[in-house]
């Protein structure tokens, strides 16, 4: 079983900075074999993509209302990823939430029901 725990949420002002992480850990798995992704749910609102990183290529893909601010990354030697978040908006708030997959697709990697392991999820306000 994959176990991912984010950490680094909590309560900014806009134009502020976060960097969250999320520690992949589950005896047997292959971090390096796992694209993996971000997603964030503001309150009442659906579960939405906002980057991944593919397994191989480490190609890096975003969500139109992120790029150019956010930053995904991962290290393999800590079996961390990570997403940078500069420039924070108030319709940034969100719970967000670090996925993991291994047979994903690159056609499926914003879709969040493709993804087979999630983390609980770490707060991140923005105020104005």
């Known amino acids: 079983q994959v176990h991912l725990v984010e950490t680094g949420g909590g309560s900014v002002q806009t134009g502020d900075s976060l960097r969250l992480s999320c520690e992949f850990s589950?005896?047997?798995?292959?971090?390096?074999?796992?694209?993996l992704g971000w997603f964030r749910q503001a309150a009442g609102k659906e579960r939405e993509f906002v980057a991944a990183?593919?397994?191989?290529?480490?190609?890096?893909y975003y969500s139109d209302s992120v790029r150019g601010r956010f930053t995904i990354s991962k290290d393999v030697a800590k079996n961390t990823a990570y997403l940078q978040m500069n420039n924070l908006r108030p319709e940034d708030t969100a719970v967000y939430y670090c996925?993991?997959?291994?047979?994903?697709?690159?056609?499926?990697?914003?879709?969040?029901?493709?993804?087979?392991?999630w983390g609980q999820g770490t707060p991140v306000t923005v105020s104005s």
């Open positions: 990183i593919f397994r191989n290529s480490g190609h890096e």
């Open positions: 996925a993991a997959d291994q047979s994903l697709i690159l056609s499926s990697i914003r879709q969040y029901a493709q993804y087979d392991y």
């Open positions: 589950g005896s047997g798995y292959n971090f390096r074999r796992y694209v």
